[in-house]
């Protein structure tokens, strides 16, 4: 069971696709327009997003929604326009999956309960403007891939999921290339300072990744960032 958004301007298809739903078990909140929809998208689980609305093109909409707060909220575009090239479009764009009209409230029901299955599994770290897949290993600043060798990734991630705790290179050596790499503290800085290029971090005041003298490092508290 999950809060499913539905943003869609015709009542009847509106009408038909909440009882679907509450049928199944889900709660529905129901938007006829972009508008009137951004609000609820806090507390929605999954998006059933119409491609034509009245106010904004539905992709338009999706596009601001993956910019803005909700870049891993899963999206289900539904739409009359079954073009490939459309489908393809949506896709590129940021939807999860794609629905032509008309369809079946079975395979609507199936589709989301996949997205939410998938959604579930997926890790995602998000500090500010960094984002981290855990599962997938990629990372993402302010919207645009992070070019990460696989060490990158994995010190980065090892200090974003423990904000404001101190590691000495020695600790990060072990905890991230393992207790059997022959490595030196060395290592580290080196990917720190790599690390740091890619995060165009500013080096006397880094928004990420921060230095404590005579000790090790650290990933910034949220607190201080935000501020
Ligand atoms: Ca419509």
């Given at each position: 069971?999950?809060t499913v958004?539905l943003?869609?301007?015709?009542p009847?298809v509106r ?7 509450e ?5 529905v909140?129901e ?11 806090k507390?929605a689980?999954i998006?059933?997003?119409d491609?034509m609305l009245?106010?904004?093109?539905g992709l338009r909409f999706l596009?601001?929604l993956r910019?803005?707060a ?11 326009r079954a073009?490939?090239?459309d489908r393809v479009?949506g896709?590129?764009r940021g939807?999860d999956?794609y629905l032509?009209?008309p369809?079946?409230t079975?395979?609507?029901?199936a ?5 939410l ?13 960094l984002?981290l897949?855990l599962e997938r ?9 992070l070019?990460?060798?696989?060490r990158?990734?994995e010190?980065?991630?090892?200090l974003?999921?423990?904000?404001g705790?101190v590691?000495?290179r020695?600790e990060?050596l ?18 720190v ?8 971090e500013d080096?006397?005041a880094p ?5 404590v003298?005579?000790?090790g490092y650290?990933f ?8």
């Open positions: 069971m999950a958004l943003v869609e301007d015709e009847a009408l038909g696709v909440r009882l679907a739903l049928r199944a078990g889900h709660k909140l938007a006829p327009s972009a508008t009137e929809a951004w609000p609820l998208l507390e689980e998006v059933l997003l491609w009245p106010d904004e093109p596009e601001r910019q803005g909700y870049p891993d909220l899963p999206v289900l575009m539904l739409t009359a073009e490939v090239r479009e896709l590129s939807a999956d032509a009209k369809f079946a079975e395979e609507l029901l589709r989301l309960e996949a997205l299955r998938r959604a579930g599994k997926r890790k995602v770290l998000k500090r500010g403007p984002l897949d290993m990629e990372a993402n600043l302010e919207g645009k891939p070019p990460l060798t696989r990158e990734f010190l980065l991630a090892f974003a999921q423990r904000p705790r590691y000495t020695e990060l072990e905890a991230v290339w393992g207790p059997d790499y022959l490595g030196t503290p060395r290592t580290v800085d080196q990917h300072l790599q690390l740091r290029e890619k995060l165009g080096p006397k928004r990420f990744l921060e230095t003298r005579g000790l650290r910034r508290p949220e607190d201080r960032r935000e501020g």
